[in-house]
């Protein structure tokens, strides 16, 4: 069960035990929570199985965007991603900022950017991937956790970008103490591109709040990189 589904969970139980303990106070039927809870854990049980939680993360997200700060971060998040790709030479094939967008994109969990992993299936596949080519992704993967860092100081954000590394390095069959440092090297790495880059990242985070295409968006790094060495 991933982590949103648990959030609704946790929500759901605490809406279950205040509805017990209100009820007599309200002159609630006692079916009420027992019907309450049977459709409810029903239904999630579906969400969990059948749609792979799609349902929890876009409630649990509907909720954390009330939030102005939330919408903040997932921003400046997603486009820490988006950055370091661009400037890595990583293909960026579209990006979500709502687990909502991604459930129409038909994308799973909470959406975020979508990059062209062609490159690095290949070579997987070939088993020949090169200490290069790893560098690249898993410091994209991180770029999220890097921006959030340098932004606010910590990273709310980040949990499915560590899991992606983990199985690519699970499936390299490296060891976790190799693991735990490339992770902090990734984060290092893509700390000091976006330092490098910053009008080039705050001109992005404008231009993904505004909606803006992948090619616009590419386009606002590109002339701020131009600016930048003129």
Known sequence: MNQASLNLVAITLFSLVMMSLLGPILHLSPAVPAIATFGILSFMAIDTFGLQGRFG??????????????????????????LVAHLSGIPITGYTLTAWEA?????????????????????????????????????????????????YGNAEGGADDRQKFRTLWFQLKRTNAEGALKEKGA????????????????????????????????????????????
């Open 57 to 82: 993360a876009i409630v649990i997200d509907s909720f954390a965007r009330l939030s102005p700060e939330h919408r903040a971060r997932v921003i400046r998040h997603e486009a820490g991603h988006f």
């Open 103 to 151: 459930f129409r994109q038909g994308q799973s969990g909470q959406g975020g950017v979508s990059f062209d992993t062609q490159e690095l299936d290949q070579e997987l596949k070939q088993g020949i991937l090169s200490n290069q080519l790893i560098d690249r992704y898993c410091t994209v993967w991180m770029a999220g956790t890097a921006a959030e860092t340098l932004v």
């Open 187 to 230: 984060i290092f790495q893509a700390k000091s591109l976006i330092q490098s880059q910053m009008q080039a990242f705050e001109a992005l985070v404008v231009a993904m709040e505004g909606g803006a295409s992948v090619e616009d968006c590419c386009q606002a790094i590109d002339e701020q990189q131009v600016l930048q060495a003129t």
